[in-house]
């Protein structure tokens, strides 16, 4: 039958709101250790098989599961599924903060782009997941929402314009504002030396 257009009956009319992600892992203790150290996220309850951790009011946010029955992944960076998940930071001045933090332990985004609504660093997780960090260049999700459904310049490049975060600690240093920074990104003014070939996850096994 026909699907009638006018019922709408297909989407819930109150929408239920992302709670958490679920991860099965092979490295339980080094997953948790990460997760801790990259956004803040610690356990709730942790068990010898599993671990549930939240860096804000929820009981959690991001679940790891060791069970026995689990398998190292094959060609896990080319296979269909979860790309990465996102934390968002309030402002530029945090987000760069935040990099240099974790430059600073030895932990560095694998890709970095700006892609108009965010300027997003991309790591791995020690399971080959991706983890974005990113802020929001407008401020505002309102305003970002519009602009991403909007724009022609979000539909002609939705990936964006490759940039070296040094570089941006570097602009920042000279005084340059976010506004100008992001600016001189989505220019390209900041792109690394050797830009990634593609945005596919590192391998890791």
Not at 88 to 100: A, G, H, K, M
Not at 164 to 174: C, T
Request: net charge negative; with cysteine; proline share 8%.
């Amino acid at each position: 039958m026909p699907r009638d257009h006018r019922d709408h009956r297909d989407t819930p009319i109150i929408a239920p709101k992302l709670h958490h992600t679920t991860f099965l892992t092979l490295k339980l203790d080094e997953m948790v250790e990460w997760y801790r150290t990259v956004a803040g996220l610690v356990p709730v309850h942790y068990a010898e098989s599993a671990a549930w951790l939240t860096n804000d009011e929820a009981n959690h946010r991001i679940a790891l599961i060791a069970h026995p029955g689990i398998s190292r992944p094959v060609n896990k960076s080319t296979s269909a599924g979860l790309h990465h998940t996102a934390f968002e930071y309030p402002t530029f001045e945090v987000w760069l903060d935040n990099y240099i933090r974790l430059r600073d332990r030895g932990i560095t985004p694998f890709m970095c782009l700006d892609h108009g609504i965010t300027m997003s660093m991309y790591y791995a997780d020690p399971e080959g997941n991706g983890v974005e960090i990113q802020f929001d260049t407008f401020g505002d999700w309102a305003v970002s929402k519009e602009w991403m459904w909007a724009a022609g310049e979000f539909a002609e490049n939705p990936i964006g314009e490759w940039f070296d975060p040094e570089k941006l600690v570097e602009a920042r240093a000279q005084g340059l504002p976010q506004s100008e920074i992001h600016e001189g990104a989505r220019a390209g003014k900041y792109r690394p030396e050797h830009p990634p070939a593609d945005v596919l996850l590192p391998e890791i096994y």
